[in-house]
């Protein structure tokens, strides 16, 4: 099974890889441990935040321009404003979206239920 990997260039993402690079230098930490690790990173994370995120958001915006890669959308908004939990941030520059299918990549984009046999 296999896992997105966009989260890892998250702020968190970003700061694992950069110690586990560090200890790859120092040799307290081989490159095959090391990718093991990020795609462990990988699994946690779409698990954490798919059942333990129910904050739910509103987005509005202007739609600069989007795309559509293997399944994976990109959208790029002007003026965006995203309202959490009835506080609103406004983005003064552009709020790039990066949405993908929310089901495990193993039941596929078409998911839901199994032909019968």
Known sequence: MSFFQHYRYSQVGLALQEVMDEM?????LD???QNMMLLQFDKAISSALSTCVKTKAS???DLDHYRNVENIWTFYLKNAVIKLENVEHRVDD???IIACDGRTPSTGAG???KAKK
């Open 94 to 96: 552009r709020l790039r």
């Open 24 to 28: 790859v230098e120092a040799d307290l």
């Open 111 to 113: 998911g839901g239920k």
């Open 31 to 33: 490159v095959d441990t």
């Open 59 to 61: 987005l509005r915006g």
